[in-house]
């Protein structure tokens, strides 16, 4: 026996005072003067000492109270033998039913090592069966029924989640303190490699739980679809290009030889393109499909490789694709800056998936245009801006349009900026003479429209329009303050301004390698294309369905089999779900925006590789010895057993009696009148 | 009203016993006027024939003139009796819960019987006793008498306990002539023995009255817890529960108080309980109902 707070032992000196209050208190008790005792008798004494033993039984209770009280803070306990706690077992029988169990029929052969498990368990042994995927999903209690614990082994489905024995360890550890029983945990699973934790302390079970291993199945070679990039939206068919990459899981007694794979790109359930691979074991391979013949919206697309391994369900990989037509980027001028278009139009066709579609039109003739089907408007440096052409601009960006404003020497002699509404101060020069030039000092290299640019390494500016500020965002500095890149945030819509031109007359950016990046980015920034979700996703991710902003709106979700997921209630709250399988899912978010997601099990569960047996041995280390006994037992086996719920009990017990004994002790004597009227 | 003055609370505090016994005596007379049954003024009560040595003052000379006889005309108020007080100045006296001591309440009646007396030109006297006689002051209607009786019930001081035997024996001494002894004592002795010791005055033609004073607690002692008590003349000490307080021993003290009574009846003594919650006036009214009707 130990005490956790031995310090708390002080407190029973507080026994003292029921000694003072009842033992030296009572000596000072003054005797009451009466005429005469001639009429009390020897003989009444007996009640006086029955209230004396009721006196010291008070006493004794209340010291009892404060003993307990004492010994209660100080935390005592006893370390017993964690088999002697109960002598019956407590199984936790673990069933994989991740991924990788679809390979051949492990997930059946688990099942039958749980059944086994069950029908071995004596009368009064409990059981828990709990499902490892991703999650540890416990089917039932410690229960001694094996009906129950049999129908809910034949209730596991096969998922297509990662397993994680990380999650299965802490599982069982809180299962263990809290229950505060030696647990004995039988784990039928395939016990794959990759479902290892990356920190083995992860795996740490209870001094008390044995853990032992049901392996299933034995590593064999495997063939899966790894990845697949495809472009999410397509806008020329022909400029497509799918690439997957295949990978072979070789077993350990693999021949070294590379096998020769057919992957077909399959869209909309046609296979559309075949090709042929070289996988040498334990490689990967890639195979590059290009053009997709994809019609208008959304198409499930598909990586197929040939099968004949152990797991097929890993030998094809989804993914969604959809065609849209080019948007339309109005790119307004006044016809003085030529080479500003040849530049842009080259950057912006240079793009592989040729989403935008330059369109020239002179300010004249942009204003009378409808600008709500532009997917961004660039202003170059077209000095002064015809009103009507600023007011339909405006109204654009308010409701949640895009502008580029390039300024040049034309803008140098305006007031201020169109849209970004920021007072132009000065042209900042530098001569071409003598290396006198300005780069770019500082800059946000995070933000979407800057992310691949480089930091403009190497381009020299000549002419920068001096802007100063005050409503707006710097996101490039030149390295005399100038600010080269500035963002304005205008209604719904944005305004980015570049004060430089695009021509190579006041800075030589075209002619660099972080121009066709800058003009890419930066039109998918403006396109607003950014802040879209990925439509490719892993088994078990979050897909998010509305915003804060959306909250009475409703969202649906349709699953691979077409059956909603989303309960009434879910619909018109739910900020995201979880995508628990692989396949197609039919997304309509809260903003109305209507998406396919292909979803596709995490290719980790395709490596079959097991867990060597060293590991095993030193997970198992962790936990106890089945069976374990002398020595080595008594360290794991022997654990603390608190003792303050016996304590507290107590307590609670004797502080009833102390209550029941001072209330008979020191209650009113009743008055004559009350006792003649009891008698009657 | 004047009941208000007889209220033994306000009694104890008035300072002077004289006052105290004047203050009781008058408004108690006072109220006895407006009842018919209690008047006891010059009434005439009796003839008796002229003997050599009467005053002639009292001849009633129409009756010599219709009978040529003399005859002396007597009246209540004249009829001379004498009072002796026995006040008890035991320990046990000193008890009292009501914010009087049985002492203090015996020491008011003392002097308003006597004070009643001296108005009745009674011979009056007292002894103060314990277990012996502490004082004593021989009944006698001289000059001063009253003041004497005063100063005797002042002055006694609180003995030790209660024995009847060797002041009774003295108070037969000294007792030649028929008159009334009043006894003012808790009585916290066997009912036998009391009447034993006291009852030998009875047989000499002397009136004897017995007031028993006692505390209400003596009646009814009210304890929330066991006490331990201590007898105040013996200074024993005994442990004593609530419950029975409550319950025994009122029926015990009520046994003893009906044995002295009836014990006292027997012996053709005159026994009055007196609660020192009460007012003095029922003491009174028993001295005057007896000195009436035994006269």
Redesign the interface.
């Known amino acids: 026996m130990g005490f956790l707070a031995p310090w708390f032992l002080a407190g029973i000196a507080a026994v003292g005072l029921p000694v003072w209050i009842h033992l030296l208190k009572r000596h000072k ?12 008798e020897k003989r ?2 007996s ?2 000492k029955h ?1 004396r033993l009721e006196y010291l039984l008070l006493f004794a209770l209340r010291a009892a109270m404060l003993i307990l009280l004492a010994l209660l803070f100080a935390n005592p306990f006893i370390r017993r033998d964690a088999a002697a706690v109960d002598g019956r077992k407590a199984l936790v029988i673990a069933v994989d039913r991740s991924f990788s169990m679809r390979a051949a029929d492990h997930l059946s052969k688990a099942k039958d090592e749980a059944r086994s498990l069950i029908s071995a368990l004596k009368p009064g042994d409990r059981a828990q069966i709990v499902a490892l995927g991703g999650t540890v999903q416990a089917l039932t209690q410690l229960i001694s029924d094996p009906a129950e614990l049999r129908a809910a082994v034949e209730s596991i489905q096969q998922s297509d989640s990662r397993a994680s024995f990380g999650e299965l360890s802490r599982y069982v550890r809180t299962l263990s303190e809290s229950m505060h029983l030696p647990l004995e945990v039988h784990l039928a699973s395939d016990l794959q490699k990759s479902a290892l934790p990356p920190g083995f302390a992860d795996l740490r079970l209870d001094p008390s739980t044995t853990l032992v291993f049901h392996p299933i199945g034995r590593p064999v070679p495997n063939f899966a679809v790894e990845n697949v990039v495809a472009p999410r939206r397509i806008f020329d068919p022909k400029k497509v290009r799918v690439q997957a990459t295949i990978a072979s899981f070789a077993g350990p007694d693999d021949k070294l030889e590379s096998v020769k794979k057919n992957v077909s790109l399959v869209l909309n359930g046609k296979v559309q393109q075949t090709k042929t691979v070289d996988i040498a074991p334990g490689g990967r391979a890639q195979a590059e499909f290009l053009g997709l013949d994809a019609p208008y919206g959304f198409s499930k697309g598909e990586v197929r490789v040939d099968g004949g391994d152990i797991l097929p369900a890993d030998d094809r990989f989804f993914f969604a694709v959809e065609r849209a037509d080019p948007r339309k980027v109005l790119f307004v001028d006044d016809g003085r800056h030529p080479r500003a278009q040849l530049y842009y139009r080259a950057a912006l066709e240079s793009s592989g998936d040729a989403q935008f579609q330059l369109e020239i039109a002179r300010p004249d003739v942009a204003a009378n245009q409808q600008l709500s089907n532009d997917a961004f408007v660039v202003l170059n440096d077209i000095g002064t801006v015809p009103a009507s052409l600023e007011d339909a601009l405006k109204k654009y960006v308010n409701a949640g349009g895009s502008v580029l404003v390039v300024l040049g020497p034309a803008s140098a002699a305006q007031v201020r900026v169109p849209l970004a509404d920021e007072s132009v101060e000065t042209a900042s020069y530098a001569g071409r003479e003598g290396d006198r030039f300005l780069n770019v000092s500082e800059l946000d290299a995070g933000h979407p429209a800057l992310r691949s640019v480089e930091r403009f390494s190497g381009v020299k500016f000549y002419q920068a329009i001096h802007v100063t500020p005050a409503k707006s965002r710097v996101l490039a500095r030149l390295n005399d303050g100038t600010p080269l890149v500035l963002e304005r945030t205008l209604g719904e819509g944005k305004v980015l301004v570049f004060t430089s031109t695009f021509d190579n007359v006041t800075n030589d950016l075209p002619l660099h390698a972080s121009w066709v990046p800058f003009v890419e980015r930066s039109a998918a920034y403006l396109a607003g294309s950014g802040a879209e979700q990925p439509v490719n996703l892993i088994v078990d991710s979050y897909v998010e369905l509305r915003t804060a902003d959306n909250k009475s709106a409703a969202a649906e979700v349709l699953d691979p089999d077409g059956k909603r997921l989303l309960s009434l209630e879910e619909a018109t709250s739910a900020r995201n779900f979880a995508v628990d399988k692989e396949g197609f899912f039919e997304l309509k978010t809260a903003s109305g925006r209507h998406t396919l997601l292909a979803v596709h099990a995490d290719r980790r569960e395709s490596d079959l590789a097991a867990i060597p047996q060293e590991t095993l041995d030193l997970w198992r280390a962790t936990g106890g010895e089945p069976g374990a006994s002398g020595p080595q037992g008594t360290s794991t086996d022997k654990k603390p057993w608190p003792l303050w719920p016996w304590l507290l009990l107590l307590l609670l017990l004797v502080a009833m009696a102390e209550s029941l004994v001072a209330d008979r002790h ?1 209650r ?5 009148e009350t ?1 003649r009227k009891e008698a009657a | 009203m004047l009941q208000r003055f007889l209220d033994p609370k306000v009694l104890g505090g008035i300072s002077g016993l004289d006052l105290v016994a004047k203050t009781v005596v008058d408004g108690f007379v006072a109220g006895l006027h407006r009842s018919p049954d209690f008047g006891f003024s010059q009434e005439f009560a009796e003839y008796r024939a002229y003997a050599p040595g009467d005053d002639l003052r009292h001849v009633d000379w129409n009756v010599f003139a219709r009978t040529e006889k003399m005859f002396l005309k007597r009246y209540r108020g004249e009829t001379n009796c004498q009072l002796t007080i026995l006040l008890d100045m035991s320990r ?2 000193q ?1 009292g819960s009501q914010g009087m001591e ?1 002492i203090e309440y015996a020491r008011f009646l003392a002097a308003c019987l006597a004070y009643l007396a001296h108005g009745q030109r009674d011979a009056a006297g007292i002894v103060i006793f314990d277990d012996e006689v502490r004082n004593f002051v021989p009944p006698s209607t001289r000059q001063g008498q009253l003041a004497r009786i005063l100063h005797a019930i002042e002055s006694a001081k609180i003995g030790t306990r209660t024995q009847f035997e060797n002041p009774f024996r003295h108070v037969q001494e000294f007792m030649r002539r028929r008159g009334i002894v009043v006894t003012i004592s ?1 009585f ?1 002795d066997s009912p036998e023995k009391i009447i034993k010791t006291v009852a030998p005055l009875r047989f000499r033609g002397t009136e004897l009255v017995l007031f028993h004073l006692l ?1 209400p607690e ?1 009646l ?15 200074g ?15 029926a ?2 009520q046994a ?1 108080i009906a044995d002295i009574k009836s014990r006292a009846q027997g012996a053709g003594i005159d026994y009055f309980l007196i609660d020192t919650s009460r007012p003095l006036d029922g003491a009174l009214r028993e001295y005057l109902a007896i000195r009436r009707g035994k006269l």
């Not at chain 2, 024993?236 to 009122?250: I, K, R, W």
Request: proline share 12%; charged share 25%; glycine share 0%.
């Open positions: 008790t003054d005797p009451r003067l009466f005429p005469s005792l001639m009429f009390f009444e004494m009640s006086v209230r020191l009113p004597a009743a008055s004559p006792a | 046990s006296m008890f049985k808790d916290w505390d003596e009814h002692p009210k304890l929330n817890a066991p006490a331990l008590l201590e007898d105040l003349e013996t024993e000490t005994l442990e004593v529960s609530p419950d029975y307080a409550a319950h025994e021993y009122p015990k003290i003893h």
